[in-house]
């Protein structure tokens, strides 16, 4: 079983930056795309972004594009998630998921996420 933890969150000025980390413990992340997700209160899960397991960058959304930046070093067994020129709007739980299979084609292993807060 896939275990996935996600770190790197916490309270962040607008304007600012942060980078996400999504890592596994014992089991290898190679072979897995990996997906960044967010959730606001009260809002819908929406996809940010995701990463293919040979590195190539499948999605990003419209509402982060420019500003978030996916990545892995799979010798760490880590997928990151660089955000920058955050604002209010990006004020949610991020989680990662990973996949066996394509980005599009549904995730089945989901981190715990992490809270992200945008505010002054």
């Known amino acids: 079983q896939l275990q996935l933890v996600e770190s790197g969150g916490g309270l962040v000025q607008p304007g600012g930056s942060l980078r996400l980390s999504c890592a596994t413990s014992?089991?290898?992340?190679?072979?897995?795309?990996i997906g960044w997700f967010r959730q606001a209160p009260g809002k819908e899960r929406e996809g940010l972004s995701c990463i293919s397991s040979m590195g190539e960058t499948m999605y990003v959304a419209d509402s982060v594009k420019g500003r978030f930046t996916v990545s892995r070093d799979d010798a760490k067994n880590t997928v990151y998630l660089q955000m920058t020129s955050l604002g209010p709007e990006d004020t949610a739980v991020y989680y990662c998921?990973?996949?066996?299979?394509?980005?599009?084609?549904?995730?089945?292993?989901w981190g715990q996420g992490t809270q992200v807060t945008v505010s002054s």
């Open positions: 014992g089991l290898s992340l190679g072979g897995y795309a």
């Open positions: 998921a990973a996949t066996r299979a394509a980005c599009h084609m549904g995730f089945a292993f």
